[in-house]
């Protein structure tokens, strides 16, 4: 399985994009970054700080990859 977006091989599960692509894990991350920027942020200036939050929160779940 590879990844539609980097075309890198994908480890682990992956991530499935809301339009159904399959990601690689930072593919997939910063899509979901970047898709909740546009929501909260209402467009590009607000996705850094959201990506931020994004990075704290995945920590605060005791994710690290
Ligand atoms: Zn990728």
Do not use: F, N
């Not at 990601?23 to 931020?52: E, F, K, M, Q």
């Amino acid at each position: 399985m590879r990844c539609e977006q980097c075309r890198r091989k994908i480890r682990g599960r992956g991530h499935t994009s809301i339009t159904g692509r399959k990601l690689c894990d930072r593919c997939g991350t910063r899509l979901h970054g970047r898709t909740a920027g546009a929501v909260a942020g209402g467009g590009i200036p607000g996705a850094r700080a959201v990506s931020g939050w994004y990075a704290r929160a995945k920590r605060a779940m005791g994710r690290r990859d």
